[in-house]
């Protein structure tokens, strides 16, 4: 793939996939999530998207590039977590945040290949919604140099022609 946007997704897809074993689904951010109704997806997931990129340039074309990672992290309904919840049942209502934390543990610091900056953390919230989907918004902050428009410098070979010898 040619576009940095889309070797970060991969890149942290396959992160995603191979540290955090209890996510069972990780795609684009389409706004499955949105919907008030059964959301296309399996619980939980994580749902990334690109937002608030800002472009600086270098010279030559070449561009850095600054911006947010969203994770959207998304959690089937569980039973309550009032302090009356018995304990097993408040352990697995508040579970997600241990997912949380193992999450944000394979991607704080990680970079998604050689040409990015590493990944940071910049905020964390809770959306909130009508219906008993638990959806944590993690957004981590990452940089890139943007060298594929660079201006090719193109230099041509000078002819040196000689007509006599020198004698030294």
């Not at 964390?124 to 660079?150: C, G, H, M, P, W």
Request: glycine residues 4%; contains cysteine; proline residues 5%.
């Amino acid at each position: 793939m040619n576009s940095p946007f889309a070797n970060i997704f991969m890149a942290l897809q396959q992160r995603i996939q191979s540290q955090v074993s209890a996510i069972t689904y990780i795609d684009q951010d389409l706004g499955q999530l949105k919907t008030t109704s059964r959301p296309p997806v399996s619980w939980p997931c994580v749902l990334i998207d690109f937002e608030d990129f800002t472009f600086d340039n270098m010279g030559d074309n070449v561009q850095t590039a600054k911006g947010i990672v969203v994770l959207r992290l998304g959690f089937a309904p569980f039973s309550n977590s009032s302090q009356f919840t018995p304990t097993t049942y408040l352990q697995q209502s508040i579970s997600y945040y241990d997912l949380e934390w193992t999450l944000h543990k394979a991607v704080q610091g990680w970079a998604p290949g050689d040409d990015f900056g590493s990944l940071n953390r910049s905020a964390a919230s809770t959306q909130k919604r009508n219906d008993n989907y638990r959806v944590r918004e993690l957004r981590y902050s990452i940089a890139f140099e943007d060298y594929s428009t660079k201006v090719q410098q193109q230099y041509a070979s000078p002819l040196i022609v000689v007509d006599e010898e020198i004698e030294l």
